[in-house]
């Protein structure tokens, strides 16, 4: 079955520096979505994008925060200038259709460090 | 703005328990439900979903759930648990007015003694 794939699992970080995350959607997939959760909190909303660009983001996604789907098949989450709140699990997501109802396919996340 | 709350944050039980596992949501219109589960280092899997017609939703590995229009409600059931079930479970919600972004409840771990 096709699964979504991150890298790295795990990155470590200092604070200020630029960290980028690398998601590989599902092949046939056209919406993509990022999702963070910090330690002991919720899983929150970062961004959707489709066709090359933001379809929605959230108040999180601030200035820091860029993605990218720079070729056929990566997306990235690029934040410019970490900070120690930033460390948390980052999750890609993708799905075939656009659409409430359609599933979103997760990956198994990277864990971001910030120190 | 929706939000979506889990009454559990662990639940320990044996195996050939029944398990229950609550979830609400606060949005007055049309929505969408959502339980995923993330099995130990493992990413986050759709168990089941929940659009529209029967509210009795049946999904993979012998898991259900009922949509309660009127409790705003969507509770995941086995009815009997294996110790492959330790997991962390996540429940979900959009509607088509948010677009496609889930809002998550803070999740359940349920871990199953053998």
């Known amino acids: 079955e096709p699964e979504v794939t991150q890298t790295p699992s795990h990155q470590v970080t200092q604070m200020g520096q630029e960290v980028i995350l690398r998601c590989v959607p599902i092949s046939n997939h056209l919406y993509f979505y990022w999702y963070r959760q910090i330690l002991g909190q919720k899983v929150e909303f970062l961004v959707s994008f489709y066709n090359n660009e933001i379809s929605e983001k959230s108040e999180i996604f601030d200035d820091q925060f860029s993605v990218e789907r720079p070729d056929g098949s990566n997306f990235t989450l690029k934040i410019r200038s970490t900070k120690l709140e930033d460390s948390a699990m980052y999750f890609c997501?993708?799905?075939?259709?656009?659409?409430?109802?359609?599933?979103?396919?997760f990956g198994p996340g990277t864990r971001l460090t910030v120190l | 703005a929706q939000s979506v709350s889990q009454h559990n944050h662990h639940v320990i039980l044996s195996e050939a328990a029944s398990l229950e596992l609550g979830c609400n949501y606060s949005?007055?219109?049309?929505?969408?439900l959502f339980w995923y589960v993330q099995y130990p280092g493992q990413h986050l899997q759709l168990l089941l979903k929940?659009?529209?017609?029967?509210?009795l939703v049946k999904g993979i590995k012998g898991f259900e759930a009922e949509f309660i229009k009127s409790k705003f409600s969507f509770n995941l059931r086995k009815p009997s648990v294996q110790w492959s079930d330790t997991a962390e479970y996540f429940c979900?919600?959009?509607?088509?007015?948010?677009?496609?972004?889930?809002?998550f409840g803070g999740g359940t771990r349920v871990l199953v003694k053998p």
């Open positions: 929940y659009f529209s017609g029967d509210p």
């Open positions: 949005y007055g219109g049309t929505v969408n």
């Open positions: 979900a919600v959009n509607h088509k007015a948010a677009g496609n972004k889930l809002t």
């Open positions: 997501a993708s799905s075939e259709r656009q659409g409430a109802t359609d599933t979103q396919y």
